[in-house]
């Protein structure tokens, strides 16, 4: 089945610096690469996602890029705010299962005013 | 538009009881759910697919008779946790997936705590 590896597991950064999270895959299968925001104790909250025919895709301060030769994806976010401070979670989606998504192990952001 | 509830956002129950959780997809209809179970500073791990009108898909190592699922209609998904125990206290999380996209809602998630 599918793997996905998901790095660093923490990050702090300075409130105005960016922020790289980067996440592998396994399953070459896999088309839909999606990424989270969790927030204590609610659920996953989907600010980004990108599909295997696209190698970037932006939204205002959050890009999204995929290499689907090297298998791995990341997502940047620009000019980081404290409010930006959550548990960031990457995902792959298999084109095999109809919507069933593998998880990274997360990454715990923290933006310092 | 594509919102996903759950009931209840937590519960605490003894040792030995059964608890249901219900996920609701509030403006949409959802022929599959799926149900996930995270616990503290750990990743979304699923646990099994929940069908309309059929029998659900469970992952590997998630036994179906501890964990019963019924997805009796097209906005409703329900995870009966049956005789709990203290290691299954964990955040449980649905999500439902827009028909035709792989892009998934996921609900706010419930709390449960077996003492």
């Known amino acids: 089945g599918e793997n996905v590896e998901q790095h660093p597991s923490t990050l702090s950064v300075q409130e105005g610096d960016s922020a790289v999270i980067k996440c592998t895959y396994s399953?070459?299968?896999?088309?839909?690469f999606p990424w989270y925001k969790q927030e204590l104790g609610k659920g996953p909250q989907l600010i980004i996602d990108?599909?295997?025919?696209?190698g970037e895709k932006k939204d205002q301060r959050i890009a999204v890029t995929l290499n689907k030769t090297a298998k791995h994806f990341s997502l940047h976010i620009t000019e980081t705010q404290p409010e930006d401070s959550a548990v960031y979670f990457c995902?792959?989606?298999?084109?095999?299962?109809?919507?069933?998504?593998?998880f990274g192990q997360g990454t715990i952001l923290t933006v310092h005013p | 538009g594509a919102v996903v509830s759950q009931h209840p956002s937590w519960v605490i129950c003894k040792s030995g009881t059964s608890v249901k959780i219900e996920c609701r997809s509030l403006?949409?209809?959802?022929?599959?759910m799926f149900w996930y179970r995270q616990f503290p500073k750990q990743s979304l791990m699923l646990m099994a697919t929940s069908n309309e009108g059929s029998k659900a898909t469970y992952e590997q190592g998630v036994e179906k008779d501890k964990f019963l699922i019924n997805h009796a209609s097209l906005t409703l998904s329900t995870l009966t946790v049956t005789s709990a125990h203290p290691e299954d206290s964990s955040f449980y999380i649905c999500?439902?997936?827009?028909?035709?996209?792989?892009?998934?809602?996921f609900g706010p998630g419930t709390r449960l705590t077996v003492l």
């Open positions: 999500s439902a997936p827009l028909a035709g996209v792989n892009e998934q809602f």
């Open positions: 990108i599909r295997s025919n696209v």
């Open positions: 995902a792959a989606g298999s084109g095999t299962s109809y919507g069933k998504l593998t």
């Open positions: 399953d070459s299968a896999s088309n839909y």
């Open positions: 403006d949409f209809q959802a022929t599959t």
